[in-house]
Nanobody, 123 residues
Framework: QVQLVESGGGLVQAGGSLRLSCAASGRTISSYAMAWFRQAPGKDREFVATISWSGDFTFHADSVKGRFTISRDNPKNTVSLQMNSLKPEDTAVYYC????????????????WGQGTQVTVSS
């Protein structure tokens, strides 16, 4: 119903930046809250950031606040995550996710997921 495809991951040195993008198809995401989650090996899927369907509200996890910024471009049906001042502990597979209407902060609240994109931050 909603297909999400992440891109933009890669290998970067600590202190560097990456911009992740998530392209949606199947349905417009204009009425969907969007989020980014990440998962490192052996760890639970972790909330990173979320944005309301209108973009009026954003929330970022404490671990990334001030470094990462979520944004959306509804006409292009995309959501992005600008990641600055990257740290080795940011290394993970990053997933975008979508849910109808209001935002959520837990992975089990989201209905649609991308395949993930690997972000590796070297020391």
């Amino acid at each position: 119903q909603v297909q999400l495809v992440e891109s933009g991951g890669g290998l970067v040195q600590a202190g560097g930046s990456l911009r992740l993008s998530c392209a949606a198809s199947g349905r417009t995401i204009s009425s969907y809250a969007m989020a980014w989650f990440r998962q490192a090996p052996g760890k639970d899927r972790e909330f990173v950031a979320t944005i309301s369907w209108s973009g009026d509200f954003t929330f970022h996890a404490d671990s990334v606040k001030g470094r990462f910024t979520i944004s959306r471009d509804n006409p292009k049906n995309t959501v992005s995550l600008q990641m600055n001042s990257l740290k080795p502990e940011d290394t993970a597979v990053y997933y975008c996710a979508a849910k109808r209407n209001t935002v959520g902060f837990h992975h089990w609240q989201y209905d649609y997921w991308g395949q993930g994109t690997q972000v590796t931050v070297s020391s």
